[in-house]
């Protein structure tokens, strides 16, 4: 694309008149663009010339769109205009390829990579020891063990089906369980043989019985899971994390139980009770409370319980949210290390879908700060 198209392009998305595949065009030179302001050390002209770009932009965003908010600020809660990100680098992409056309950028490009967002990637372990990788699993029945026929949906979603109950209680003896685990960049939903629904987060596993005992249903979770519990009063849904243990009859919440990382249970809706080993405090949970085990108890907070649950559907939540929390959920969903030894602190409010790749949320986190990040052989890097 020439100096003169891309300058035509940019007039026409400003006149809101770009056509899908033209905007494409302009998001892959913001990419370059990206890649060669990566540099360790960019060139003072470019960085120059940068600047300038950005005066007259800004200048003109400020007139036609006041009321355009950026993805992330510190201090108010804000959502997603391209707009500013394009022209700003399309216009210094621009500038840098017909003033320095003799800068080399592939010695530089191997300096940053992009990360597409996480997907629908888990393994489903049975109780014989078999290993079922769901990615690779076409749709429909899977496998089937105990009575049980399970079935894998074009959704992200395993479903355990009921079909002989003469044989599940032949074996009403022995607890027999599968688990399905997701690896840091996956998530995937279970409905279980009670018809209790579990969406579960990046790495993250769930231990279930293939039939649950007739006093009572009881699952073991670690990392990060919503659950829609199916009511059923004579048979309390019991969830087991580290450190915690939720009693519900039939509810929707959401547990977050990481290593290294406060636990946390938050209800959308119904009740529920928590406790912990480490405490002898039971607490009860009405919606919106989200409650924190620590070592002196169990602290209840209230809270947008759809804060918490946006994963399942798709969207990082941050609210007043440090840098480094917001960094281990991109390590997790778009399976990168981190490089925590330069970490500033600062927090971010705002949304971001989590079916952008990485460079786009990085982008969108140094439009609203002064930080400066890449990606290097998948691992995100603080720059100085």
């Not at 990419?31 to 600047?51: N, R």
């Not at 621009?94 to 629908?120: L, M, R």
Request: with cysteine; hydrophobic share 35%; net charge negative.
């Amino acid at each position: 694309m020439t100096t003169q198209e891309a300058e035509e392009l940019l007039k026409k998305y400003h006149a809101g008149q770009c056509t899908p595949e033209e905007q494409l065009l302009l998001h892959s030179w913001t990419d370059q663009m990206h890649v060669l302001t990566a540099k360790d050390d960019p060139a003072p002209e470019l960085e120059q010339a940068q600047q300038r770009v950005w005066g007259n932009v800004a200048a003109e965003l400020h007139e036609k769109h006041t009321d355009t908010p950026k993805l992330f600020r510190r201090t108010k809660f804000i959502y997603w205009s391209v707009a500013a990100t394009v022209t700003i680098l399309i216009t210094a992409s621009i500038t840098y390829f017909n003033y320095f056309p003799s800068q080399k950028t592939n010695s530089i490009a191997h300096h940053v990579e992009d990360v597409p967002a996480g997907g629908n990637r888990a393994v489903l372990t049975l109780a014989n020891g078999t290993t079922l990788n769901l990615d690779d699993q076409e749709n429909g029945e899977i496998a089937s063990q105990n009575g049980i026929k399970i079935t894998k949906t074009n959704s992200g979603q395993i479903i355990y089906n009921v079909i002989s109950m003469a044989h599940s209680h032949e074996t009403s003896n022995q607890t027999v369980f599968n688990t399905i685990s997701t690896p840091k960049g996956g998530q995937f939903q279970v409905v279980l043989p009670d018809g209790s629904h579990v969406w579960l987060n990046a790495a993250s596993s769930l231990k279930f019985p293939v039939q649950f005992a007739n006093s009572a249903r009881q699952v073991y979770l670690t990392g990060e899971g919503y659950f829609e519990i199916a009511k059923n009063p004579q048979k309390p849904f019991i969830v087991n994390s580290y450190n915690q243990t939720v009693k519900v009859l039939g509810t929707h919440f959401n547990v977050s139980s990481y290593a290294n990382e406060p636990i946390k249970t938050t209800l959308a809706e119904g009740i529920v009770q928590v406790s912990s080993p480490s405490t002898t405090q039971i607490t009860t949970l009405k919606p919106g409370e989200q409650s924190t085990v620590n070592p002196n108890g169990i602290k209840v907070n209230q809270v947008n319980p759809a804060n918490a649950i946006a994963w399942k559907d798709g969207v990082f939540v941050f609210n007043q949210t440090n840098l480094k929390a917001v960094l281990v959920q991109l390590s997790r969903w778009y399976d990168v290390d981190v490089d925590y030894s330069a970490v500033p602190n600062q927090t971010f409010e705002g949304e971001i879908s989590r079916n952008v790749s990485l460079m786009q949320v990085l982008r969108a986190i140094e439009q609203g700060s002064d930080i400066k990040l890449i990606v290097k052989e998948r691992r995100i890097i603080i720059r100085e």
